[in-house]
């Protein structure tokens, strides 16, 4: 089994930043895919960004660039540092992994992904 806690959401301004960390128990391996996710209220959650393969990363386009993604394995720890934010960013924000390594196709794809954390909420205002 595996826990994850997320912590760190909040409110901002646009422009502004904030970082996301996400405690991680259980059985992990730094070879599993590991990521951050977000739903906004009416829409579908999707992938923002992912580690995976000891240290490779993905990002969605609409991130790239100012969201960076970080694995602390002493701490067992993920991070989101999220940078130059938009009011389109704000959501609940989540981390989730799955014991296995994804192709890279389904890396962003939430539904591979079966251990989530209950989230933690970003607002970004305008």
């Known amino acids: 089994q595996v826990q994850l806690a997320e912590s760190g959401g909040g409110s901002v301004q646009s422009g502004g930043s904030l970082r996301l960390s996400c405690a991680v128990s259980?059985?992990?391996?730094?070879?599993?895919?590991m990521g951050w996710f977000r739903q906004a209220p009416g829409k579908e959650r999707e992938g923002v960004a992912v580690?995976?393969?000891?240290?490779?990363?993905r990002y969605a386009d609409s991130v790239k660039g100012r969201f960076t993604i970080t694995q602390d394995n002493a701490k067992n720890t993920l991070y989101l540092q999220m940078n130059s934010l938009k009011p389109e960013d704000t959501a609940m924000y989540y981390c989730?992994?799955?014991?296995?390594?994804?192709?890279?196709?389904?890396?962003?794809?939430?539904?591979?992904?079966?251990?989530w954390g209950q989230g933690t909420q970003v607002k970004v205002s305008s």
């Open positions: 580690i995976y393969g000891g240290g490779s990363t």
């Open positions: 989730a992994t799955v014991r296995s390594a994804l192709p890279v196709l389904w890396l962003l794809d939430p539904a591979k992904y079966n251990y």
């Open positions: 259980g059985n992990t391996n730094s070879r599993y895919s």
